[in-house]
């Protein structure tokens, strides 16, 4: 889930301000966390609280209250300081942005015994659905969460052809989840980033957000490099950036000075449910 939060405060600043290249210096200090960050962390607390229904709901309401100025959508921001516990239909890519935790509690080994993704996908449509349930809504999640599964299904190693993993062939590993996304989610992952590019404005969808994002991470050579392919696009930059740095990190993980500078943009509450996350995660 680090990888949301790299991509969201490098983003941060280029939202309202969009960059069309690679060539920016990946932290400035005038950078943030937004809503992207919050609502990934409330996702993550509502796991360790048992991930049912009430617990997303809970959670995302608490840290929505805790950081009321996080840059939320209108309707996001009714619905968390209202006593509303009903979702709105919404199609928005916040429902992708967060999701990344729900991705980290699948079993890669399960994967590997019977061929098939793990039932904790469940997760993935709950936290989805409790605000944005409308099926593109749900649909960007769980494309985002696949991907991030599956990059940590080849590039962990547990996929074994004729008894070798493939994780030494990441063209081959990026080619298969390409192939899955498309047939699963119908998502277009032809396009290149310079085709994308000239003409791609901001969008907060999730069909207009989450294919450019995948694509970012397919073009990418390094997880430093996906987070710049990204923000080139323009767009929603802090949203495609965490999407795009969710996935990249289950492929590549995260160079230290990386993590160690994103740690300094955050407040105390937050890297608390970092520390508790990464104990439950291996333990869990």
């Not at 490098?10 to 960050?37: A, M, Q």
């Not at 890669?108 to 996908?121: N, V, Y």
């Not at 969008?203 to 990204?230: G, H, K, M, W, Y």
């Amino acid at each position: 889930m680090l990888g949301a939060i790299v991509g969201d405060i490098v983003g941060s600043i280029y939202e309202w301000d969009n960059i069309k290249t690679k060539d920016f210096p990946l932290y400035r200090d005038d950078c943030f966390f937004t809503d992207d960050t919050v609502m990934t962390c409330a996702v993550a607390e509502a796991i360790m609280n048992g991930g049912e229904k009430d617990d997303f709901i809970d959670a995302m309401k608490k840290y929505g209250r805790m950081y009321p100025d996080a840059d939320y959508g209108a309707r996001f921001d009714a619905w968390i300081r209202s006593d509303n516990r009903e979702p709105y239909n919404s199609f928005g890519n916040g429902s992708a942005m967060r999701v990344s935790p729900c991705a980290w509690v699948m079993d890669c080994g399960f994967c590997a015994r019977t061929g098939a993704l793990p039932s904790s996908r469940d997760l993935v449509h709950r936290s989805a659905e409790v605000t944005h349930n409308h099926p593109e809504g749900i649909k960007g999640a769980m494309a985002t969460a696949d991907a991030i599964f599956l990059c940590r299904f080849y590039f962990g190693g547990h996929c074994r052809e004729y008894g070798q993993p493939i994780n030494d062939n990441p063209i081959e590993c990026k080619r298969r989840i390409k192939e899955y996304i498309e047939k699963e989610y119908v998502y277009n992952l032809s396009q290149s980033l310079d085709e994308i590019r000239p003409n791609y404005r901001f969008n907060e969808t999730c069909q207009d957000t989450v294919p450019q994002a995948i694509i970012a991470f397919l073009e990418s050579t390094d997880f430093e490099d996906a987070i710049r392919n990204a923000i080139s696009l323009g767009g929603d930059s802090d949203t495609l950036a965490a999407i795009t740095g969710s996935i990249a990190e289950a492929a590549y993980g995260i160079p230290d000075w990386i993590k160690e500078k994103a740690y300094t943009y955050l407040d105390e509450p937050l890297k608390d449910v970092l520390r508790r996350w990464d104990k439950y995660i291996s333990v869990d």
